[in-house]
């Protein structure tokens, strides 16, 4: 075996200590996790993970999550598309600037637009709900969309949309059928990383929500109290939350590792 071969598997055992010292922890009591340490459990317990899904407060969490993160990637995709299509296609003044300033805002902190946000949804009745969170999430994820997508879209010969136009195909049915398959790998690296970012985001989902529409990485909260930290219990929590990111990942893999290599990314 060759050194880089082997320098990668300690790579990559080094990358995963913490995932497994967290699924390790979330099958101990809280008793063995502060007496030792060891390396698995002496005692497993699943305890832990049934507080969480008999408890209806984690269950709706979950769900809320769950909710306001897909409503997040389906406006921002229906939005970006069009915009990125726009600007791989066509050139105006300004075009260049309008471009920079729209990535700008996705440089700017979360916590500036707490205010703003929080008064013009109480003003809605929109405060608490999943589509204030998703809504909110779109300031961000929507210009990073709009940036990946892009370089994918300019990288297909502008000369395939003037055949469509010329073999009689209207702008729907090109776009169905011959443009959207050609951006496909790029829809799905950018799903990928606006479902990261708005399952993982803490600062605005916890300002916009206090029951109704209360987020996971909110809840996982819940385990730090005056009694002490339920280490197993957050250690379980946080398993749950990987989960749903893996199987986003599984599911578009394939065009992840085409948009990886095309794209911007």
């Known amino acids: 075996m060759k050194k880089r071969h ?15 010292w967290m699924v390790n922890t979330s099958f101990k009591t809280d008793g063995e996790i ?20 008999t408890s209806e407060v984690w269950r709706n969490s979950f769900m809320n999550s769950i909710i306001y993160v897909f409503l997040n990637v389906i406006i921002t995709l229906l939005a970006a598309i069009p915009g990125a299509y726009a600007f791989s296609r ?12 729209l ?16 008064e013009l949804y109480y003003t809605l009745h929109l405060f608490d709900t999943h589509l204030a969170v998703a809504l909110a ?30 073999d009689g195909y209207s702008f729907p049915k090109f776009f169905r059928k011959i443009f959207f398959p050609l951006v496909a790998p790029g829809i799905g690296v950018t799903a990928f990383f606006c479902f990261t970012f708005s399952w993982v985001e803490l600062i ?7 029951t109704d529409a209360k987020p996971v990485v909110v809840t996982l909260t819940v385990g730090i109290g005056a009694e002490g930290v339920k280490w197993g219990l957050l250690a379980a929590a946080g398993v749950l939350t990987i989960i749903p990111g893996a199987i986003v990942v599984y599911f578009v893999r394939n065009y992840m590792a085409k948009g990886f290599a095309l794209g911007r990314v």
């Open 6 to 20: 082997i320098a990668l598997i300690i790579y990559f055992i080094i990358l995963f200590i913490p995932i497994y």
């Open 34 to 53: 502060l007496r030792e340490f060891s390396l698995y459990p002496k005692t497993i317990t699943f305890d832990n993970y049934m507080e969480i899904f």
């Open 90 to 101: 066509w050139r105006f003044r300004g075009s260049h600037h309008l471009f920079f300033w």
């Open 103 to 118: 990535l700008t805002n996705r440089m700017a902190p979360a916590a500036i637009f707490i205010i703003p946000f929080t």
């Open 137 to 166: 999430h779109c300031l961000f994820n929507i210009p990073l969309a709009v940036w990946i997508l892009e370089g994918f879209m300019s990288g297909i010969p502008k000369e395939i949309d003037e055949t469509a136009f010329v």
């Open 204 to 210: 605005i989902a916890k300002a916009l929500t206090i």
